[in-house]
C-alpha cells in the first residue's frame, strides 16, 4: 500500500512562509489523487488542497486560494504544499493523504494518511 510522511511543518509569524513536503512511498502507482488536509483543535478535518497524480489537477479551498500553492514531483515521488501570507487561522496539524479513485478532494475519498506535521501562525 502507500504510505505517507509529511514534513516541513513549524512555528511562524503572521504573514510568514512554510512549505510543507509529503513523502509518497510503497505502492506509488496505485493512487489517483493526493492531497493535503488539515485539522486545527476542537474542528473538523478539512481539505486544503489536492491534486491528481496523472494530470496535475489541482483544487483549493477557498479559504486558502491565491496563498497555498500544491505541487508534485512524480519522478521523486514527493509532494509539496507552499504556504505564503499565513494567518493564525492556518494553525492545524497538515496532513497529506491520497485517495485511490477519487478525483476531488473530500477526505471520504481518501485512504491512506500520513502522521501529519504541525503548522502553527502565532505572533
Known amino acids: 500500500q502507500v504510505q505517507l510522511v509529511e514534513s516541513g511543518g513549524g512555528l511562524v509569524q503572521p504573514g510568514g512562509s512554510l512549505r510543507l513536503s509529503c513523502a509518497v512511498s510503497?505502492?506509488?502507482?496505485?493512487?489517483?489523487?493526493v492531497g493535503w488536509f488539515r485539522q486545527a483543535p476542537g474542528k473538523e478535518r478539512e481539505g486544503v488542497s489536492c491534486?491528481?497524480?496523472?494530470?496535475?489537477?489541482?483544487f483549493y479551498a477557498d479559504s486558502v486560494k491565491g496563498r497555498f500553492t500544491i505541487s508534485r514531483d512524480n519522478a521523486k515521488n514527493m509532494v509539496y504544499l507552499q504556504m505564503n501570507s499565513l494567518k493564525p487561522e492556518d494553525t492545524a496539524v497538515y496532513y497529506c493523504?491520497?485517495?485511490?479513485?477519487?478525483?476531488?478532494?473530500?477526505?471520504?475519498?481518501?485512504?491512506?494518511w500520513g502522521q501529519g506535521t504541525q503548522v502553527t501562525v502565532s505572533s
Open positions: 493523504a491520497t485517495s485511490a479513485w477519487g478525483t476531488s478532494c473530500y477526505e471520504a475519498d481518501f485512504d491512506s
Open positions: 510503497g505502492f506509488t502507482l496505485d493512487y489517483n489523487t
Open positions: 491534486i491528481s497524480r496523472r494530470h496535475g489537477s489541482t
